[in-house]
């Protein structure tokens, strides 16, 4: 996933359906069109090319995090803007920007610390220590991707339309959830407690756009956060240098109870820009263009 959260609930609502999704060029065994499920069984398969691909990128990520009463009305408004890049092969971020405007000087030596920080522990990080985090890494991963093909059998899918996106044609495609469906995987059961709509594109059978809905209370561990019923969120991806695709905007509205802080209402917009591919020798490309949120 190409984007951090740092609210626990919120990432794992996000986690349900926003994952970056493979690339991949149309074949004689593409499913026929008029076979959603197996539209949206494609678009979940494993790419391990796409997940290098779009760690050979850095962006601009802009959060803005508005927290609501309980009529609603705005509290207060937190913007934080972040230059993520790739450092020891895993994406580092580094704050940048406050309200808009450029870091404090505490602030900044404050990343400063940071970032020296991690690089001393990877520097002096033993060759045992770092096979055991690329190990814990590898699982997680593949706990997140087996979470994500639970949703081809979490859903009755339905293609409700087409509809061109940046210029390029693609299904609508309306997820149901399935009444008999029975996770295998941890957390999956939180499935059948969201509805959404899938935008995919025809080429590749990427997700280019989600829109998500939760029609009951979806409880994260025992006690941890309550989601209510009626949160919503989306997001959509951008397609870059004919090869990838990565995070352009990412909505979410959400009521939740957490434990010991009772009811929030938050509502969450992060969009993704500057996005630049950079060599293994970290010099960025120049003819790789920036794309900016619509």
Request: glycine residues 6%; without cysteine.
């Amino acid at each position: 996933m190409n984007f951090n959260l740092r609210n626990f609930p919120i990432s794992i609502l996000i986690l349900l359906l926003a994952a970056p999704l493979p690339a991949q060029q149309a074949s004689a065994a593409d499913p026929s069109p008029i076979d959603p499920k197996g539209i949206v069984r494609r678009s979940v398969e494993i790419d391990d090319r796409t997940v290098s691909l779009a760690r050979d990128y850095t962006y601009q990520q802009r959060e803005v995090r508005k927290h609501l009463g309980s009529h609603g009305e705005l509290k207060f408004t937190k913007v934080e803007t972040w230059d993520i890049t790739n450092l020891y092969g895993e994406p580092y971020s580094r704050l940048i920007q406050k309200d808009d405007k450029p870091l404090s000087a505490k602030d900044e030596k404050e990343e400063e610390e940071k970032l020296d920080k991690f690089f001393s522990k990877r520097r002096e990080e033993s060759e045992e220590g770092r096979q055991k985090r690329q190990a814990k890494e590898k699982k997680e991963r593949e706990e997140e991707w087996g979470f994500i093909r639970e949703v081809v059998n979490a859903y009755d899918f339905r293609i409700v339309g087409e509809e061109a996106v940046d210029g390029r044609d693609g299904w609508v495609i309306e997820a149901t959830p399935r009444k008999d469906f029975r996770p295998t995987k941890p957390n999956a059961g939180m499935l059948s407690k969201i509805k959404g709509k899938i935008w995919i594109d025809k080429q590749d059978y990427s997700w280019v756009k989600v829109e998500g809905e939760a029609i009951d209370t979806i409880s994260v561990g025992l006690f941890i956060a309550r989601i209510h019923k009626g949160s919503h969120f989306s997001f959509e991806q951008v397609r870059l240098n004919n090869e990838v695709w990565l995070m352009r905007r990412l909505h979410v509205d959400v009521n939740a109870r957490l434990l010991l802080l009772g009811n929030r209402a938050v509502e969450l917009e992060e969009t993704f820009s500057n996005y630049k591919k950079f060599a293994t020798n970290t010099k960025i490309l120049p003819e790789v263009r920036e794309v900016e949120p619509k």
